[in-house]
T-cell receptor, first 112, second 114 residues
Framework: SQTIHQWPATLVQPVGSPLSLECTVE??????LYWYRQAAGRGLQLLFY??????ISSEVPQNLSASRPQDRQFILSSKKLLLSDSGFYLC???????????FGDGTRLSIL | AQKITQTQPGMFVQEKEAVTLDCTYD???????LFWYKQPSSGEMIFLIY??????QNATEGRYSLNFQKARKSANLVISASQLGDSAMYFC???????????FGAGTRLTVKP
């Protein structure tokens, strides 16, 4: 069966520091991969998605970036974090077509 | 462009009763899928149910059913026999067949009262 791993579960970072969140999927090949951000009490905002290695689509201009160095690995990065980057970050995967997205357990990011 | 609207920020239901969570959508895609997710306080997003735009029958999954009215562009979630463990945020989402992304509504917080 397919599983998705996302880490770390929580992270506290100072303003201006770099960021790297990692997500890996097991049990499937060539999945679509997604990064979402959720502000407290709000819905999900799509940040990036990828349909293949090295293919990244950005939905919202910001100081975040994403990379997909391997088929089942998706990384969210920032060179310099802002206070507004605080939130709950969720990674998800899906196959093509109608299938639902399946989510990791998320990372709670607090910027001090 | 796709848009999902959930107009109920919060809902209360008595244990063992049924509850309907509203969702309306707008899209120019001729084919699309509609999804409902549950998010407990722990944060994980749990997939509940799916409805395809060309499906003739409303989807059901255990105590969950989706009241799909295509002409009205609504896809309401019905939870029967509510349980205390159903207390959570519920999100409606939509994905066009030719799109790789999924759009989410703002969510509805459901509280089940004992």
């Amino acid at each position: 069966s397919q599983t998705i791993h996302q880490w770390p579960a929580t992270l506290v970072q100072p303003v201006g520091s770099p960021l790297s969140l990692e997500c890996t999927v097991e049990g499937t090949s060539n999945p679509n991969l997604y990064w979402y951000r959720q502000a407290a009490g709000r819905g999900l905002q799509l940040l990036f998605y990828s349909v293949g290695i090295g293919q990244i689509s950005s939905e919202v201009p910001q100081n975040l970036s994403a990379s997909r160095p391997q088929d089942r690995q998706f990384i969210l990065s920032s060179k310099k974090l802002l206070l507004s980057d605080s939130g709950f970050y969720l990674c998800a995967w899906s196959v093509q077509g109608w299938q639902p997205q399946h989510f990791g357990d998320g990372t709670r990011l607090s910027i001090l | 462009a796709q848009k999902i609207t959930q107009t109920q920020p919060g809902m209360f239901v008595q244990e063992k009763e049924a509850v309907t969570l509203d969702c309306t959508y707008d899209t120019s895609d001729p084919s699309y899928g509609l999804f409902w997710y549950k998010q407990p306080s722990s944060g994980e997003m749990i997939f509940l149910i799916y409805q395809g735009s060309y499906d003739q029958q409303n989807a059901t999954e255990g105590r969950y059913s989706l009241n799909f009215q295509k002409a009205r562009k609504s896809a309401n979630l019905v939870i029967s026999a509510s349980q205390l463990g159903d207390s959570a945020m519920y999100f409606c989402a939509m994905r066009g067949y030719n799109n790789n992304d999924m759009r989410f509504g703002a969510g509805t917080r459901l509280t089940v009262k004992p």
